[in-house]
């Protein structure tokens, strides 16, 4: 893998990323789901990943202000290219560390049901998924967890606490 970096994420990230997000998913219209927000009030806890002056990932995560404890992370991507060289698992594990500094002890996050390789990957990563009574082809499902019609798959993840927050 050439060398990467991970930073923190800058406000400056942000045209770069939007303008690629839709093509390293396909053509999913998923831009929408990344507004500049995260990039202005999220930066300690999210990251970008460079490679030769290029992005060729990023993780959008937060601590969750209503739960201190749990850690959530709301988007992740790796360039296509990229893919399969571990850049998603450090960009995780890199988002954990600094997330458990924080005193959170659990990560949380979402998928739809439909993405088999998001569930794949999550489950890797050591993420339990949350039981639910609704399954699809044996996995638990929240049904209308992001309003009519948009079921997701719940992760949660312990993370490793530093003792000297016990």
């Known amino acids: 893998m050439t060398d990467v970096v991970i930073r923190h994420v800058e406000q400056d990230d942000y045209q770069p990323i939007i303008s690629i997000v839709d093509e390293w998913w ?5 831009a929408a789901m990344l507004p500049k927000l995260f990039f202005v009030h ?15 990932g990023f993780l959008i995560g937060f601590v969750s202000q209503t ?11 790796v360039h296509p290219a990229r893919r399969g060289e571990g850049l998603g698992r450090r960009l995780y594990e890199h988002f954990f560390a600094t997330a458990a500094s924080l005193g959170c002890r659990t990560a949380r996050c979402v998928t739809a049901p439909v993405n088999r390789t998001s ?4 489950r890797r990563l050591g993420f339990s998924l949350l ?5 699809v082809e044996g996995v638990p499902v929240a049904v209308g967890y992001d309003g009519e019609g948009e079921d997701r798959v719940i992760f949660t993840k312990d993370l490793d606490y530093p003792d000297s927050h016990r």
């Open 26 to 30: 396909g053509g999913r219209p998923m």
């Open 42 to 56: 999220f930066r300690s806890t999210s990251f970008t990943a460079v490679a030769d002056g290029q992005i060729v």
């Open 67 to 77: 739960f201190p404890d749990q850690a959530y992370i709301h988007f992740i991507g």
């Open 119 to 122: 569930i794949a990957f999550h």
């Open 131 to 135: 039981d639910s009574d609704h399954k």
